[in-house]
C-alpha cells in the first residue's frame, strides 16, 4: 500500500510564497516521475510541473519562472516552491507519483489527497 501525504497549503498575499511537500510512504520498490497538479473551482484538473527520476523538470507555462519543483529521494519527498503567487494561482494542489511496489512489480500512478492554496489580492 502507498500514501501521499501533502502540506504546507494556506492563505497567502499575492507576492507572497508557499512551499508545498508531498512525502510518499509504503512498499515501495522503485520511485519514478513525480509532480503536482492543481483543481481550480468549476475547472478541470491541470499539470504544473513534472519531475523526472532523472530530475528532468517541466512547467505549465504560467508557472515558469515562479515555481521550482525538486525532490529528495532519499527521504520519499517531492517539493514545490512557489513564489511570486498570484490569486490565480488558488486551487487545489495535488502530488502523483509513478510508483512500482514490490507487491505489483508493475508502475502506477498514485495520488494525494490535495492541499488548498489560496492566494489574496
Known amino acids: 500500500q502507498v500514501q501521499l501525504v501533502e502540506s504546507g497549503g494556506g492563505l497567502v498575499q499575492a507576492g507572497g510564497s508557499l512551499r508545498l511537500s508531498c512525502a510518499v510512504s509504503?512498499?515501495?520498490?522503485?520511485?519514478?516521475?513525480m509532480g503536482w497538479y492543481r483543481q481550480a473551482p468549476g475547472k478541470q484538473r491541470e499539470l504544473v510541473a513534472l519531475i523526472s527520476a532523472g530530475v528532468s523538470t517541466a512547467y505549465e507555462d504560467s508557472v515558469k519562472g515562479r515555481f521550482t519543483i525538486s525532490r529528495d529521494n532519499a527521504k520519499n519527498t517531492l517539493y514545490l516552491q512557489m513564489n511570486s503567487l498570484k490569486p490565480e494561482d488558488t486551487a487545489v494542489y495535488y502530488c502523483?507519483?509513478?510508483?512500482?511496489?514490490?507487491?505489483?512489480?508493475?508502475?502506477?500512478?498514485?495520488w494525494g489527497q490535495g492541499t488548498q492554496v489560496t492566494v489574496s489580492s
Open positions: 509504503g512498499s515501495i520498490f522503485r520511485l519514478n516521475s
Open positions: 502523483t507519483a509513478v510508483i512500482s511496489t514490490y507487491d505489483s512489480g508493475t508502475y502506477n500512478k498514485y
